[in-house]
């Protein structure tokens, strides 16, 4: 996870479930199927018009539902850069964290729009906006939490912790 | 200062005296669930990368639930994986084709007052009935538990929802937490804790507040607490079960924000499309016309549940318009229903009944919704999308208010078909 990360908007409302990220009937297939669908019931093109690097932005509640890890997994998958929104739903964001898919809260999104070039600075807790020349303050991670985006992940993490332990 | 239900779970499983909302602690499992669909499937690499010892396999259960019966070879897979899995680590307890989860871990003594409990299903709350503090994580968190026994927990603030007065006659547990979740909003207790408390809850059997627990996440919480009491330790001793500590809140305990309603004037509720706090009463939706009803889940498959459907459904026909799929909540309802001659009233009456299952109600197997569809449906999530079809539409209710809809086709208030003598 770059500390900075770069890219363009796609904007979406409130309340982006599970559900619509990773639709259950897919589920028994591999993520690079699932993929395919994710978003498919409020935006079906969503899997054929991201670009690696690209950027959600959301409303309120992203994420909220199921706690299906296929949900950040499918969005990795799909090299979505990192995920913006006022708040997101609680599972969501460990899941996030623990794949290691970047996920920041600003509180209020509502001025930035699709196609907006955003810049996240995960360490300062700070997003620009260069398209409109605007700043947010974000939520920073506490330190245990930095330490395991530092690492690479929960899986990173625990492989360290594991070794002191052993 | 005291402390709440959860605070004091928290600090238990966290080894501390004294734990206070906002602070991040170290706990401890006492159950580490996982099922079929995002259980080992998804951890085996990840936890057999990081040398793949169960930290106490004794404290481990896998489910398989959600694809079961298999509708695809993928699904047969999945199964197959999950079975050589349980196999490979010689688990005492692996269930499959029993039900759902929630249900079967609460059934086989798994739940118990004061237990901490993660899974890898948001519904994981639902043992919070029991007074357990249980809570859905996901996979690859589940690898780590599965390693350390251990994950990290921020203790939640809590929201107190306190139900006083008498529940009316055709009204719910259903009922109660739908009103309940419309008020909070679906995000408006994230990061926190449901605790339910009052005369109208104390009375409910447990099978109706686990329908409150369970349905604790669709307001956003961590988990949905009810203060254990002597109804839970009579069905743990039923399972020989007799160590069952039944930790309170404090009188002094500190909550974020305290609901109280009286249960006396409440309607049957309906969550409509495409929200679950998309709430209203029965009468402003009645009439509604449906594809299917659909009785059962995690939520509302219980015996009770099942009872009261039979109770409505009795001597009359389901719609010809529509089906209608009843799914115990697991192998126990099943038989318990059959043996009451339940499942009967219900074939006859022309309902469908499938196996327990986590089935249609997430869209897996079994009864999933095409294009346009609706459905009424006694489970917890009315997501787009969630029953099958993008296009589908669901509304929720109570087990009565699903089977009067049975009958007329259309959306329909249950208290129109409860003779007032049976009513309790």
């Known amino acids: 996870m770059s500390a900075v990360i770069r890219g363009r908007v796609w904007k979406y409302e409130d309340n982006i479930n599970t559900d619509i990220i990773s639709p259950g009937q897919f589920m028994s297939l591999s993520i ?5 669908h994710a978003m498919e019931a409020i935006d079906p093109e969503f899997s054929k018009k991201v670009r690696p690097g690209d950027i959600i932005v959301a409303g309120n509640n992203f994420g909220s539902g199921s706690s299906r890890e296929t949900a950040p997994l499918v969005l990795k998958h799909l090299e979505v850069g990192a995920i913006v929104c006022n708040f997101f739903a609680r599972i969501f964001y460990r899941n996030a964290i623990n794949i290691g898919l970047p996920v920041v809260e600003i509180g209020d999104t509502s001025t930035i729009e699709e196609g907006d070039e955003i810049e996240i600075y995960l360490l300062e807790g700070k997003v620009k906006n260069l398209t409109r020349g605007n700043e947010f303050t974000s939520t920073k991670l506490p330190e245990h939490l930095i330490d395991m985006v530092s690492a ?15 | 200062m005291g402390m709440t239900l959860a605070e004091k779970i928290l600090a238990k499983a966290s080894g501390k005296n004294e734990v206070k909302a906002g602070e991040i602690v ?3 499992a ?3 669930m996982m099922h079929d669909l995002l259980g080992p499937r998804l951890i085996d690499k990840g936890f057999k990368r990081l040398g793949g010892k169960l930290f106490d396999k004794e404290k481990v259960v896998v489910v398989s639930d959600h694809c079961t019966p298999p509708a695809t070879v993928q699904q047969a897979d999945i199964l197959k994986y999950t079975r050589d899995w349980a196999r490979e680590f010689d688990l005492p307890y692996y269930y499959e084709f029993e039900g759902p989860c929630h249900q079967v871990i609460v059934e086989h003594g798994h739940v118990r007052p004061g237990r901490l409990i993660l899974g890898t299903d948001s519904h994981t709350c639902m043992a919070g009935g029991m007074g357990a503090f249980a809570t859905g994580i996901g996979s690859t968190e589940m690898i780590g538990v599965l390693l350390t026994g251990e994950t990290w927990l921020k203790v939640p603030e809590t929201i107190r929802v306190h139900w006083g007065g008498s529940i009316p006659h055709g009204v719910y547990s259903k009922d109660l937490i739908l009103k309940t979740i419309k008020d909070i909003g679906h995000a408006g207790a994230t990061y926190q804790a449901l605790e339910f408390s009052g005369i109208a809850i104390r009375r409910m059997s447990l099978d109706e507040r686990l329908v409150l627990s369970n349905m604790a996440v669709e307001a956003g919480a961590k988990t949905g607490l009810i203060e254990p009491d002597e109804a839970v330790v009579h069905f743990l001793r039923d399972r020989g079960i007799e160590d069952v500590e039944l930790m309170q809140s404090d009188e002094d305990a500190t909550y974020i924000r305290e609901l109280s309603y009286d249960a006396t004037s409440l309607e ?14 029965v009468s402003a939706v009645e009439g509604q016309a449906v594809d299917q009803v659909y009785l059962g889940s995690c939520t509302n498959g219980r015996i009770s549940d099942l009872r009261i459907a039979a109770q409505i459904l009795k001597g009359k026909k389901v719609s010809k318009n529509i089906r209608c799929l009843v799914v115990p909540a697991s192998q126990a309802v099943w038989m318990q229903a059959n043996k009451e001659g339940i499942l009967d009233v219900l074939t006859e009456a022309g309902c469908i009944v499938n196996m327990p299952s986590c089935g249609a109600c997430g869209g897996f197997t079994s009864g999933v ?8 449906s006694s489970s917890n999530r009315n997501f787009r999308g969630r029953m099958g079809s993008a296009s589908g539409e669901i509304y929720i209710g109570s087990p009565a208010t699903v089977a009067a809809t049975a009958i007329e086709g259309k959306i329909a208030d249950p208290r129109n078909y409860i003779p007032k003598e049976v009513m309790i």
Do not use: F, T
Request: hydrophobic letters at 45%; charged letters at 25%.
């Open chain 1, 32 to 36: 690079e199927k699932q993929a395919e």
């Open chain 2, 268 to 281: 049957p509720q309906v969550a409509c499309p495409h929200e679950i706090d998309n709430v209203h009463p």
């Open chain 2, 26 to 28: 170290w706990v401890k």
């Open chain 1, 152 to 166: 690479g992940g929960l899986e990173a993490y625990l492989a360290k912790r594991m070794g002191m332990l052993s």
């Open chain 2, 369 to 376: 919704i095409g294009a346009g569809e609706v459905v009424m």
């Open chain 2, 30 to 32: 006492d159950i580490a």
